[in-house]
């Protein structure tokens, strides 16, 4: 056996010691975590995608703007998740963009397309972008 095969041996073994050490010590916390995991991962989505989920609030959060439905289930994911002002802000944003983006032709399903993988910060964050433009004023 080599020296690299017997050092990655001896790592090995070693972590399997500790799993089941760590196994032993918290059962009840292995079960509550295979609890919560349990209905993200059977929806098929990814355990990373999932932790990333967790951490970021839902105004951080991409939308999806493929079509007005799936994007409307965005809209109604903030105004569950996020607080009555962060829906109304978002809203207003929403309705500014479509009068004022000429692109969108004031068209909801264009403007949610060209909006498509931005999270509801950065849509606040380019309406007062372009409410500085157009009044002079800065940020």
């Known amino acids: 056996m080599s020296n690299r095969s017997l050092t990655i041996a001896t790592a090995t073994l070693g972590?399997?010691?500790f799993a089941t050490a760590?196994?032993?010590?918290a059962p009840a916390a292995t079960e509550a975590l295979a609890t919560t995991e349990a209905p993200a991962a059977e929806a098929g989505v990814p355990e990373t995608l999932r932790h990333k989920?967790?951490?970021a609030s839902v105004m951080d959060q991409p939308l999806d703007g493929s079509s007005v439905e799936t994007f409307t289930e965005g809209l109604e994911r903030i105004d569950q998740e996020g607080g009555e002002q962060e829906y109304r802000s978002v809203?207003?944003?929403?309705?500014?963009?479509?009068?004022?983006d000429i692109g969108a032709r004031r068209d909801k399903a264009t403007?949610?397309?060209?909006l498509d993988g931005r999270t509801p910060t950065q849509?606040?964050?380019q309406v007062k972008t372009h409410r500085a433009k157009t009044t002079g004023k800065k940020k």
């Open 91 to 100: 809203m207003s944003a929403l309705d500014f963009l479509l009068f004022y």
């Open 111 to 114: 403007l949610y397309k060209r």
């Open 15 to 17: 972590l399997a010691l």
């Open 123 to 125: 849509i606040l964050e």
């Open 22 to 25: 760590c196994a032993d010590e």
């Open 53 to 55: 989920d967790r951490a």
